[in-house]
């Protein structure tokens, strides 16, 4: 019998949790380290840009600005024993620039929202939107000046009288357009980064010895993501496939033999993964993930040292960190309006609670038709994200919750045209591949049998589902993270929890579209070779067929092009907590040192219905067809029930399973800083436990009645139970150098070996295969006053990949395989004129299997891989993104663009399924009038570009049937306004 995991479990996970909750709230005080400190400052007057450098120094702080910012300015210096933040004021006077505190050791210099020299006052210079781990701390609130802690009532005046001054056109605000746009961006070799980092404070873009890309919450939505996977299109060397919808995509990571769904990227919020392991069937980390304006930046790194903190992704690691409250209330609130009925309300407020704690709370709400008009809503849903934020005198500790409720319509292969070598597509005749989906009203709503009730002529037990319910997230998150500071050792603790459940309710493809009469035919050949129907027949064969619409009962021609689709119905129960304890010391002059553990626990409990085939018209919003088999005597006779309500058959595939998994693991890290050098090795060792159980299947017909053939072969689940476990213990290791030629320019090198533990699919079909790579990377990172470049050269080589597959005709390949890859990522931010932006990136890649083939003989099927090309991995990818900033006397003016080209590609390990390159367009013009105000009109795929992601994942050969196939091609063009108001 099978049993249902719980999580947490065990004495780790609550001592964890316990010791995360103790050791925040014992550590009272506000006031950052940063700010609350007074220094001994001797700086002359001299340009700026070496005046911060040596302020960074005699202060002990990290200063992040972007060269070009002060590469104009001087400072008349600063002299005397001050604090930090006052001798920063002073520094900055007349320079018109401010700054705002983002850690409790690190200050980003910004543009001042005004030309007066207040920077200089601690309150006037506290952060106005978060830019860090901790956007407030050290900032003199207005609460703690006047020394209260006002009533709720006072604090509902107070933001009253605020926004009837707001309203009315008054001066009080707390955000200017310029605070809003001068948030530090990627292009910055001072900005610091914290994923994939030994100590939490993080490291400068300039020091990082290995691959790494930021985007702010601005950056995140000029790239007009239509998911949260689509973001990372901005990402060299990752590569989305998003045209599924917002959720379900297959994420490849250049050189990684993926293939399918996205094991090889981590999503994370603070630093926690949003669940443990990166992909389960129908469920990837980004389908647990929305972007909204709850974000205040992204950082995403690739390799390198992420192979052993953490989860030990081998992949890429995306984190999100949040906004959190700042001492002066703000917030704003946004509608979007889009071409394909889109309304989406977004909506953000930070602000103090009391005088020690900060609170911020924010999300959305949008339904949508979808580009793909489904004829009933494609996405409803929305998202609230929650924070509470206490800076301490040696530390911070937030707190933060996140709940998602959102259906999203998952889009399957189209038909289409394809030419004889399958490099030129066009449209299938009837069927626009821009906007056309199979699903509609006709196709919304599924009964099908899928229980047996044992007796001739009895009806079986049914299963329904509603496609508009498509692939949703019923999801709460929470989580916490601390950083305390005690004598000679810094403390870190992130944990996270996750619970709910992933339903599937989607139609997925069969093979190419055909005409009706040639499947009549078809069924009418296979019908008569069945012993069981032609002695319910008395011998006679089948000798023609009818069809007709369900529904109306009207006669379908049978020259009508027809396909068959499943109906696939799956519910995913979900649980899992993480915990990352980490312990930092200094040993000596420029050597620090990092031991720690982290712990999951994590579960998954499944029913599916897998099959349920559909014969549908190969139109939009198609229509289900019934057919009927008669012999010689008609329909006097006997007759063959080939569909009942459209419905070919149920399921082919009963799962009901129970999995519970558990990693621990211990990683020690020591860096070491000598001169210009910044040197760092690490090591990981981690256990993976995983027990589960699987209740077995039989291959019934469900009323006894071999007439009725869309229930004589379902899988039904018979109660038998059978475990399955996985308990194996294996390690990882990193070790990088950067060398800093100068403040603005470093090389470095890596090298890395990391794991890939399987996932509960991985043990439930018997290919429980533990994947290891070889990660070779040198990099070259610059900034100069009008540029930023990066260039990451790598060899990857891949070994212990599990390789299953189904064919057609019912035999089965299993193959174990390797990779191996060369290639270069890139990027650059150009900025050639004062107010224009030029981006580039992307990556270039030689990627081929290994160890791919196998002979015929004792039944197995021959095949030969080697030296083929990873399959759906863009050989070339590029993006070309221009921006142009305007002043008007009314505010400012951005227009945006973005050119992506994506090379050729194959959608199978055979390399038959060409999928052909093409470039899309997307752009957009942003308007900030005043200070409050913001407009955004902003569209994707302008030129309406034909393009596939992905051929027929059912078949492992080109697909093409009578020139058309199935394939999945990118969403048409999609235009959206935006109105926001901040206050």
Same mark, same amino acid.
């Not at 340009?47 to 200063?63: H, I, K, M, Y």
């Not at 506290?126 to 830019?131: D, F, N, T, W």
């Not at 009901?656 to 693991?665: F, L, S, W």
């Given at each position: 019998?099978?049993?249902?995991?719980?999580?947490?479990?065990?004495?780790?996970?609550?001592?964890?949790?316990?010791?995360? &909750?103790?050791?925040? &709230?014992?550590?009272?005080?506000?006031?950052?380290?940063?700010?609350?400190?007074?220094?001994?400052?001797?700086?002359?007057?001299?340009?700026?840009?070496?005046?911060?450098?040596?302020?960074?120094?005699? =202060?002990?702080?990290?200063?992040?600005?972007?060269?070009?910012?002060?590469?104009?300015?001087?400072?008349?210096?600063?002299?005397?024993?001050?604090?930090?933040?006052?001798?920063?004021?002073?520094?900055?006077?007349?320079?018109?620039?401010?700054?705002?505190?983002?850690?409790?050791?690190?200050? %980003?210099?910004?543009?001042?929202?005004?030309? =007066?020299?207040?920077?200089?006052?601690? %309150?006037?210079?506290?952060?106005?939107?978060?830019?860090?781990?901790?956007?407030?701390?050290?900032?003199?609130?207005?609460?703690?000046?006047?020394?209260?802690?006002?009533?709720?009532?006072?604090?509902?005046?107070?933001?009253?009288?605020?926004?009837?001054?707001?309203?009315?056109?008054?001066?009080?605000?707390?955000?200017?357009?310029?605070?809003?746009?001068?948030?530090?961006?990627?292009?910055?070799?001072?900005?610091?980064?914290?994923?994939?980092?030994?100590?939490?404070?993080?490291?400068?873009?300039?020091?990082?010895?290995?691959?790494?890309?930021?985007?702010?919450?601005?950056?995140?939505?000029?790239?007009?993501?239509?998911?949260?996977?689509?973001?990372?299109?901005?990402?060299?060397?990752?590569?989305?496939?998003?045209?599924?919808?917002?959720?379900?995509?297959?994420?490849?990571?250049?050189?990684?033999?993926?293939? %399918?769904?996205?094991?090889?990227?981590?999503?994370?919020?603070?630093?926690?993964?949003?669940?443990?392991?990166?992909?389960?069937?129908?469920?990837?980390?980004?389908?647990?993930?929305?972007?909204?304006?709850?974000?205040?930046?992204?950082?995403?790194?690739?390799?390198?040292?992420?192979?052993?903190?953490?989860?030990?992704?081998?992949?890429?690691?995306?984190?999100?960190?949040?906004?959190?409250?700042?001492?002066?209330?703000?917030?704003?609130?946004?509608?979007?309006?889009?071409?394909?009925?889109?309304?989406?309300?977004?909506?953000?407020?930070?602000?103090?609670?009391?005088?020690?704690?900060?609170?911020?709370?924010?999300?959305?709400?949008?339904?949508?038709?979808?580009?793909?008009?489904?004829?009933?809503?494609?996405?409803?849903?929305?998202?609230?994200?929650?924070?509470?934020?206490?800076?301490?005198?040696?530390?911070?500790?937030?707190?933060?919750?996140?709940?998602?409720?959102?259906?999203? &319509?998952?889009?399957?292969?189209?038909?289409?045209?394809?030419?004889?070598?399958?490099?030129?597509?066009?449209?299938?005749?009837?069927?626009?591949?821009?906007?056309?989906?199979?699903?509609?009203?006709?196709?919304?709503?599924?009964?099908?049998?899928?229980?047996?009730?044992?007796?001739?002529?009895?009806?079986?037990?049914?299963?329904?589902?509603?496609?508009?319910?498509?692939?949703?997230?019923?999801?709460?998150?929470?989580?916490?993270?601390?950083?305390?500071?005690?004598?000679?050792?810094?403390?870190?603790?992130?944990?996270?929890?996750?619970?709910?459940?992933?339903?599937?309710?989607?139609?997925?493809?069969?093979?190419?579209?055909?005409?009706?009469?040639?499947?009549?035919?078809?069924?009418?050949?296979?019908?008569?070779?069945?012993?069981?129907?032609?002695?319910?027949?008395?011998?006679?064969?089948?000798?023609?067929?009818?069809?007709?619409?369900?529904?109306?009962?009207?006669?379908?021609?049978?020259?009508?092009?027809?396909?068959?689709?499943?109906?696939?119905?799956?519910?995913?129960?979900?649980? %899992?907590?993480?915990?990352?304890?980490?312990?930092?010391?200094?040993?000596?002059?420029?050597?620090?040192?990092?031991?720690?553990?982290?712990?999951?626990?994590?579960?998954?409990?499944?029913?599916?219905?897998?099959?349920?085939?559909?014969?549908?018209?190969?139109?939009?919003?198609?229509?289900?067809?019934?057919?009927?088999?008669?012999?010689?005597?008609?329909?006097?006779?006997?007759?063959?029930?080939?569909?009942?309500?459209?419905?070919?058959?149920?399921?082919?595939?009963?799962?009901?399973?129970?999995?519970?998994?558990?990693?621990?693991?211990?990683?020690?890290?020591?860096?070491?800083?000598?001169?210009?050098? &910044?040197?760092?090795?690490?090591?990981?060792?981690?256990?993976?436990?995983?027990?589960?159980?699987?209740?077995?299947?039989?291959?019934?017909?469900?009323?006894?009645?071999?007439?009725?053939?869309?229930?004589?072969?379902?899988?039904?689940?018979?109660?038998?139970?059978?475990?399955?476990?996985?308990?194996?213990?294996?390690?990882?290791?990193?070790?990088?150098?950067?060398?800093?030629?100068?403040?603005?320019?470093?090389?470095?090198?890596?090298?890395?070996?990391?794991?890939?533990?399987?996932?509960?699919?991985?043990?439930?079909?018997?290919?429980?295969?533990?994947?290891?790579?070889?990660?070779?990377?040198?990099?070259? @990172?610059?900034?100069?006053?009008?540029?930023?470049?990066?260039?990451?050269?790598?060899?990857?080589?891949?070994?212990?990949?599990?390789?299953?597959?189904?064919?057609?005709?019912?035999?089965?390949?299993?193959?174990?395989?390797?990779?191996?890859?060369?290639?270069?990522?890139?990027?650059?931010?150009?900025?050639?004129?004062?107010?224009?932006?030029?981006?580039?990136?992307?990556?270039?890649?030689?990627?081929?299997?290994?160890?791919?083939?196998?002979?015929?003989?004792?039944?197995?099927?021959?095949?030969?891989?080697?030296?083929?090309?990873?399959?759906?991995?863009?050989?070339?990818?590029?993006?070309?993104?221009?921006?142009?900033?305007?002043?008007?006397?009314?505010?400012?003016? @951005?227009?945006?663009? =973005?050119?992506?080209?994506?090379?050729?590609?194959?959608?199978?390990?055979?390399?038959?399924?060409?999928?052909?390159?093409?470039?899309?367009?997307?752009?957009?013009?942003?308007?900030?009038?005043?200070?409050?105000?913001?407009?955004?009109?902003?569209?994707?795929?302008?030129?309406?570009?034909?393009?596939?992601?992905?051929?027929?994942?059912?078949?492992?050969?080109?697909?093409?049937?009578?020139?058309?196939?199935?394939?999945?091609?990118?969403?048409?063009?999609?235009?959206?306004?935006?109105?926001?108001?901040?206050?």
């Amino acid at each position: 019998m099978g049993t249902t995991s719980t999580v947490p479990r065990g004495w780790p996970a609550v001592v964890l949790v316990l010791c995360t &909750l103790a050791l925040g &709230l014992a550590c009272p005080g506000a006031g950052a380290r940063a700010a609350g400190l007074r220094r001994q400052f001797d700086i002359p007057a001299q340009p700026l840009g070496a005046a911060l450098d040596e302020f960074a120094r005699q =202060a002990d702080v990290t200063l992040l600005f972007s060269s070009s910012l002060v590469s104009h300015g001087r400072t008349e210096g600063v002299h005397g024993e001050l604090a930090v933040t006052t001798a920063l004021g002073q520094l900055l006077g007349g320079t018109g620039l401010a700054f705002r505190l983002v850690s409790p050791s690190a200050i %980003a210099i910004i543009e001042s929202p005004s030309l =007066a020299t207040a920077a200089g006052n601690e %309150a006037s210079a506290a952060p106005s939107a978060a830019a860090g781990r901790n956007p407030a701390a050290g900032a003199s609130s207005a609460a703690r000046l006047s020394g209260g802690n006002p009533s709720v009532l006072h604090r509902l005046a107070g933001l009253l009288g605020r926004a009837v001054r707001v309203f009315s056109g008054g001066k009080s605000r707390t955000r200017t357009a310029a605070d809003r746009h001068s948030a530090v961006g990627y292009n910055s070799l001072q900005e610091v980064v914290v994923t994939g980092t030994p100590d939490v404070s993080g490291v400068k873009l300039l020091d990082a010895s290995f691959q790494v890309s930021t985007a702010s919450l601005q950056q995140i939505q000029l790239a007009q993501p239509s998911s949260a996977a689509d973001l990372l299109k901005i990402v060299p060397g990752l590569w989305a496939e998003s045209s599924g919808g917002e959720t379900g995509p297959n994420i490849e990571v250049a050189g990684f033999p993926g293939g %399918a769904d996205a094991p090889y990227v981590t999503y994370q919020i603070e630093g926690s993964p949003v669940y443990p392991t990166p992909t389960l069937s129908f469920m990837d980390n980004s389908s647990l993930f929305r972007l909204d304006d709850t974000i205040e930046r992204a950082e995403v790194a690739q390799g390198g040292p992420s192979v052993v903190y953490s989860n030990g992704q081998i992949g890429a690691t995306a984190n999100f960190i949040l906004r959190h409250g700042t001492t002066t209330p703000h917030g704003e609130l946004g509608l979007t309006v889009g071409d394909e009925g889109l309304y989406r309300l977004d909506g953000f407020y930070g602000g103090p609670l009391t005088s020690d704690w900060l609170v911020s709370i924010g999300g959305f709400y949008r339904e949508s038709d979808g580009i793909r008009s489904s004829q009933f809503p494609a996405d409803v849903g929305g998202q609230l994200t929650e924070t509470l934020f206490h800076p301490m005198d040696h530390g911070d500790l937030l707190f933060w919750a996140r709940e998602l409720n959102d259906k999203n &319509l998952f889009v399957t292969d189209l038909p289409v045209a394809v030419s004889a070598d399958g490099r030129s597509i066009s449209a299938f005749p009837g069927f626009n591949p821009l906007t056309g989906t199979f699903a509609g009203d006709a196709t919304r709503f599924i009964t099908v049998e899928e229980f047996p009730c044992y007796t001739p002529g009895c009806t079986p037990g049914t299963v329904t589902a509603d496609l508009a319910n498509g692939r949703g997230s019923r999801i709460h998150m929470f989580g916490s993270d601390l950083d305390l500071t005690f004598g000679p050792w810094t403390l870190s603790n992130r944990m996270g929890f996750t619970g709910g459940d992933m339903p599937t309710n989607a139609l997925f493809n069969g093979l190419a579209p055909e005409t009706l009469g040639t499947f009549v035919a078809s069924q009418i050949a296979a019908a008569n070779t069945e012993p069981q129907v032609m002695a319910a027949t008395g011998g006679a064969p089948f000798t023609s067929g009818s069809a007709g619409y369900v529904g109306t009962g009207a006669p379908a021609a049978m020259s009508t092009y027809v396909a068959s689709l499943g109906f696939w119905i799956v519910d995913r129960s979900i649980q %899992a907590l993480t915990d990352d304890l980490r312990f930092s010391r200094t040993l000596f002059g420029g050597n620090s040192a990092t031991v720690g553990a982290y712990f999951a626990s994590y579960s998954s409990d499944d029913t599916w219905y897998i099959g349920n085939d559909e014969l549908m018209t190969a139109t939009p919003n198609a229509q289900l067809i019934n057919v009927a088999l008669y012999t010689a005597a008609g329909a006097a006779g006997p007759v063959g029930q080939v569909t009942q309500n459209g419905i070919l058959d149920g399921a082919t595939d009963a799962l009901v399973d129970h999995y519970h998994g558990r990693n621990a693991a211990g990683f020690v890290s020591d860096q070491w800083r000598l001169g210009p050098w &910044l040197l760092d090795a690490e090591s990981r060792l981690e256990n993976e436990n995983i027990n589960g159980a699987v209740e077995g299947q039989s291959v019934m017909d469900l009323d006894g009645n071999p007439l009725t053939f869309y229930n004589d072969d379902t899988s039904v689940a018979n109660g038998e139970w059978s475990p399955s476990t996985y308990d194996h213990t294996f390690g990882s290791w990193s070790t990088g150098a950067n060398y800093e030629i100068n403040r603005r320019m470093s090389v470095y090198g890596r090298v890395n070996e990391g794991v890939h533990f399987p996932s509960f699919d991985d043990v439930l079909d018997g290919t429980p295969e533990r994947q290891r790579i070889e990660n070779y990377q040198v990099g070259y @990172k610059a900034q100069a006053h009008s540029i930023y470049a990066s260039i990451d050269l790598f060899h990857r080589v891949f070994s212990g990949v599990p390789f299953q597959a189904f064919l057609a005709n019912g035999s089965q390949v299993t193959a174990t395989y390797g990779s191996t890859a060369w290639g270069t990522d890139f990027q650059a931010d150009w900025s050639p004129l004062e107010r224009l932006s030029l981006g580039l990136t992307g990556d270039w890649q030689h990627s081929v299997y290994t160890h791919f083939s196998s002979f015929a003989g004792g039944g197995a099927v021959a095949y030969d891989n080697d030296g083929n090309i990873l399959q759906r991995q863009p050989r070339l990818q590029v993006r070309f993104s221009p921006q142009y900033a305007l002043p008007t006397a009314w505010g400012k003016l @951005k227009v945006f663009a =973005a050119v992506s080209y994506i090379d050729l590609r194959y959608s199978d390990t055979e390399n038959t399924q060409i999928l052909p390159a093409y470039t899309t367009l997307d752009a957009g013009i942003l308007g900030d009038f005043g200070d409050h105000l913001e407009l955004r009109l902003q569209g994707t795929n302008l030129t309406n570009t034909l393009g596939l992601t992905e051929g027929n994942s059912r078949s492992l050969t080109a697909g093409i049937s009578t020139g058309f196939e199935m394939a999945r091609p990118i969403f048409g063009r999609e235009v959206q306004g935006q109105v926001k108001y901040y206050f």
